[in-house]
């Protein structure tokens, strides 16, 4: 398997020997010369290897710099790890959580280390001896999903992780308030689809755990196994609600051949080729029994809110509060959302 973590990057320093002190005060097997390595793939929080012997636990924390209301929240994400394991065996267990924001500047959460292979860009060598990589990945993943929204909340003590109640629309106006945080001109299609989606909002047919970004690039796979998903990632945003948001925000990443443009990039180097939209909207029916006649509400939605997302993350940038240079160009993907979603019937 390919080592998945490099080098920290020198503005995402932290202080290790406060959190080797705190860690060795807190966590059993945190004791002793701690080794710091970072995963560099994300584009949000900070997540970083540390290594004390044998024993390696995941710390992650939110980014630098001032970020929006209710986002990046690690009082959620451990709340959630430390529960969802016992009843959804892809989430790995969160062990702790430090709210003390004097150690690093800001709290953290420390998470059970797994190992397998985050797919990204390439299929790894680990896995392309398989056939029908790309069918069997991608239903994967959207079993992965119909899983987690069958779990009932009550089962691993998470049916008071958020309100239900209104779920959908605070997932609307909240989007909106961060996109004014974040934005740096007047984006006339950003209104437009925020119109629309207010019009045609529907309503909910269950209340379940959802996980709020769940795509390929947050799973990780046993390379021996690519029917089913190992570990789920990026935790912070889960909450109880609308499981179709979920399901939504996977079809809004997702590329068909007939797109005008590809919305995300899939992973090369399958023997095949990867299913469609419609095809994964159909199993995740089957596994679920939900109807999915307005999908392209929630699929709208997701396109809407990833430009949302993008902003964020390119205002960061521009801030000055990051210097990854893969962010400075990140704003140019917000029409090309914009325009995806517009071109929807919701």
Known sequence: ????????????????????????????QARGPMRVRQFPGGSANLTYLLAFGDAEFVLR?????????GAHDMAREHKVLSRLYTAFAPAPRCYHLCSDTSVIGAQFIIIERRTGEVIRDYYPASMLHHERLAQRTSFALIDAMAELHNVAPAACGLQDLGKTDGFVQRQV?????????AKDKDVPQFYEVLRRLRRAQPQPQRASIVHN?????????????????????????????????DLGTLRG????????????????????????????TQRYAQRTGMALQAIEWYEAFALWKTAAVVQQIYIRYARGQTRDARFATI?????????????LQF
């Not at 390929?216 to 609308?242: E, H, Y």
Request: charged share 30%; proline share 10%.
């Open 173 to 181: 106006e909240g989007w909106a308030q961060r996109w004014e945080l």
């Open 331 to 343: 704003a140019e993907r917000v029409p090309a959302l914009l325009g995806a979603a517009l071109a």
């Open 61 to 69: 924390r939110p980014p630098l710099g001032p970020v929006a209301p």
């Open 253 to 280: 990443y997702w590329s068909d051949a007939t797109d005008p443009a590809p919305r995300g990039a899939r992973p090369a180097g399958a023997d095949d080729d990867f299913p469609t939209r419609d095809a994964l």
């Open 1 to 28: 398997m390919a080592d998945e973590t490099a080098a920290v990057r020198s503005d995402e320093e932290m202080d290790w020997a406060a959190v080797a002190a705190y860690l060795a005060q807190h966590v059993e």
């Open 213 to 245: 970004d769940l795509k390929i690039d947050n799973c990780q796979f046993d390379p021996t196994q690519p029917d089913r998903v190992k570990s789920i990632f990026d935790w912070d945003m889960a909450t109880l609600g609308d499981p179709l948001i």
